[in-house]
């Protein structure tokens, strides 16, 4: 299927991690703007953004945030991502002002260890039916 990449921003994450699968959905409920869509980076559409962006799939262990051309990889994508969120949630953006250097080490920290303390899944979830046109496959 088709999608144009021209339509907004769209967040790859790992489709088999518990906590990414948990972090989409958490999105899903508390966003603002609903302008967000999702695909897993093991989806063809996420393989297809990775090629053009000449980022080997086995070694990403980010959430990619990909809008119009420009990708945000590890805590700059959560940071994109917030942009999205409704208050409380979108006030996390100020993180941004720490040091990018420390806010990507915790972000790989946690992504290193995130199927140990979160578990794995086989399959990417399926979203309810009212958010199923916005996950791209």
């Known amino acids: 299927m088709e999608h144009n990449l021209a339509d907004g921003p769209i967040l790859l994450f790992?489709?088999?991690?518990?906590?990414?699968?948990?972090?989409?959905q958490f999105i899903l409920c508390f966003e603002r703007d609903h302008d967000l869509r999702f695909s897993s980076l093991q989806s063809?559409?996420?393989?297809q953004i990775l090629?053009?962006?000449?980022?080997?799939?086995s070694k990403i262990n980010s959430l990619i945030y990909y809008n119009r051309g420009s990708i945000s990889l590890y805590s700059d994508a959560v940071i994109a991502s917030l942009s999205h969120m409704r208050a409380p949630w979108r006030w996390l953006k100020s993180c941004r002002y720490l040091p990018k250097s420390f806010r990507d080490r915790m972000y790989r920290f946690i992504a290193r260890r995130r199927y140990v303390w979160f578990g794995k899944r086989?399959?990417?979830?399926?979203p309810a039916?009212?958010?199923q046109h916005r996950m791209l496959t």
């Open 129 to 131: 039916s009212s958010w």
């Open 122 to 126: 086989k399959d990417c979830i399926v």
């Open 14 to 24: 790992d489709g088999i991690c518990n906590l990414c699968n948990r972090t989409v």
């Open 51 to 57: 090629r053009e962006n000449q980022m080997e799939p």
């Open 44 to 47: 063809e559409l996420g393989q």
